[in-house]
C-alpha cells in the first residue's frame, strides 16, 4: 500500500506540479485527474493511436471552448464527434459576444428581454439565432453554388471553417489542420435549421450521412489502435464507442461526466460498462472523472500540454 500524502502549494508551481501530486494525494477525484492525465499523454505520443474527442455544446458558449480550440490548433486529436450546438456556439461567438449571468436569474424576466440563458450564460437572441441565419445562408448558398449538393456533415464543417477566419474558432483550427468534425445529430440546432431552411428552396440539397459513416468506418478499420477523450454523453459519446466497437473498441478512454450511473443513461454509464459491449477493449487504460469539465478539462490539457512540451 501507498501512503497518501499531503499536497504542497507553493509559490510559483506550475500546473503540473500541482496536478502530478493528485496521484499521491489518494483524494477522490483528484486521483482519478491524475490517471485521466497519464492515459492521456499515452494516448497522445502513441503514434499508432487513432485519437477521438467527443463533446456537447453546452461547454463552447463558455471560456472552455478556448481549451479545445487550443487542443485543435496542436493537432492533439484526429476526429471530433459533437453536436450541432456546439457548431451553433463556435460560429455564433465568432460573430457576437456571449455574456455571464447566473443560474437565479428570473427566466421569464430575460424572456421578455430577448435573452436565451444557458447555465449562467446569456445568450441574446441577436447572438444566436438572428446572426446565424443571417451568416449562414449565404454560406450554404455559396457552397450549393459550387455544386456541393450531397455533403457528409465533415464536409460541410470543414468547407465552412474554411470561411472562417477568426483563429478564436474550433471550426477554423480544424478546417486548417484537416481534422474531421462529424455531427451525428445535424438537424438538432441551428446550423441544421438553417440547413432545413435552405433545403425549402432546393430540394437537390440533401446531407448524405452515410459518407459520415463511411469516413468513421474507414477510420476504425485503419487504424492501428485507438482511443478517446469524451466529455459528457448523449449521441456524441454513444457515436464514438459504437464505431469502435468494430475494432473490438477503444485501447485508451478518458470519460468526463456528471451525470449518475443509477438511471440507466449512456450519460451515466460508467466506462466500464462499454466493456460488456466491445466499445471499450477488455485490457483499455481507462478511466471515468466525474465533474465540471469546465473546471477539470482546463487543468488536464494545460498539465498534458506542459508535459508534452516538456518531454
Keep these: 500500500m501507498k501512503k497518501v500524502e499531503d499536497i504542497r502549494i507553493e509559490r510559483g508551481m506550475t500546473i503540473t506540479d500541482l496536478v502530478d501530486q493528485f496521484s499521491r494525494a489518494g483524494g477522490f477525484t483528484a486521483a482519478k485527474l491524475a490517471e485521466a492525465l497519464d492515459i492521456m499523454e499515452e494516448m497522445t505520443v502513441d503514434e499508432d493511436c487513432l485519437r477521438f474527442i467527443s463533446f456537447p455544446a453546452c461547454i463552447f458558449a463558455t471560456g472552455t471552448r478556448g481549451v479545445l480550440v487550443e487542443m485543435a490548433k496542436r493537432k492533439m486529436f484526429d476526429a471530433v464527434i459533437t453536436t450541432c450546438g456546439a457548431v451553433d456556439h463556435d460560429l455564433a461567438r465568432v460573430w457576437k459576444d456571449y455574456y455571464k449571468g447566473s443560474f437565479m436569474m428570473d427566466d421569464l424576466e430575460l424572456r421578455e428581454e430577448g435573452i436565451n440563458r ?112 469524451m466529455i459528457g454523453g448523449g449521441i456524441s459519446k454513444h457515436h464514438t464507442i459504437w464505431w469502435n466497437q468494430f475494432r473490438d473498441g477503444l485501447d485508451y478512454s478518458v470519460y468526463i461526466t456528471t451525470a449518475v450511473e443509477h438511471d440507466g443513461s449512456l450519460s451515466g454509464a460508467r466506462l466500464r460498462e462499454a466493456i460488456s459491449w466491445g466499445k471499450l477493449n477488455m485490457k483499455a487504460k481507462y478511466v471515468t472523472v466525474e465533474g465540471d469539465a469546465t473546471v477539470l478539462l482546463p487543468l488536464m490539457a494545460a498539465a498534458l500540454i506542459d508535459r508534452i512540451d516538456g518531454s
Design 118 to 229: 444557458l447555465g449562467n450564460v446569456l445568450v441574446p437572441n441577436e447572438s444566436y439565432g438572428t446572426v446565424l441565419e443571417e451568416r449562414l445562408q449565404p454560406m450554404i448558398a455559396g457552397l450549393y453554388e459550387k455544386g456541393m449538393t450531397r455533403p457528409s456533415t465533415a464536409e460541410l464543417m470543414t468547407e465552412v471553417g474554411k470561411q472562417v477566419e477568426d483563429e478564436a474558432s474550433f471550426l477554423h483550427w480544424c478546417a486548417r489542420n484537416e481534422i474531421p468534425v462529424v455531427i451525428p445529430g445535424i438537424t438538432d440546432g441551428a446550423f441544421g435549421s438553417n440547413l432545413w431552411m435552405f433545403y425549402q428552396t432546393h430540394r437537390d440539397f440533401v446531407v448524405d450521412l452515410m459518407k459520415d459513416e463511411q469516413l468513421l468506418s474507414d477510420m476504425v478499420f485503419d487504424a492501428g489502435k485507438s482511443g478517446a477523450l
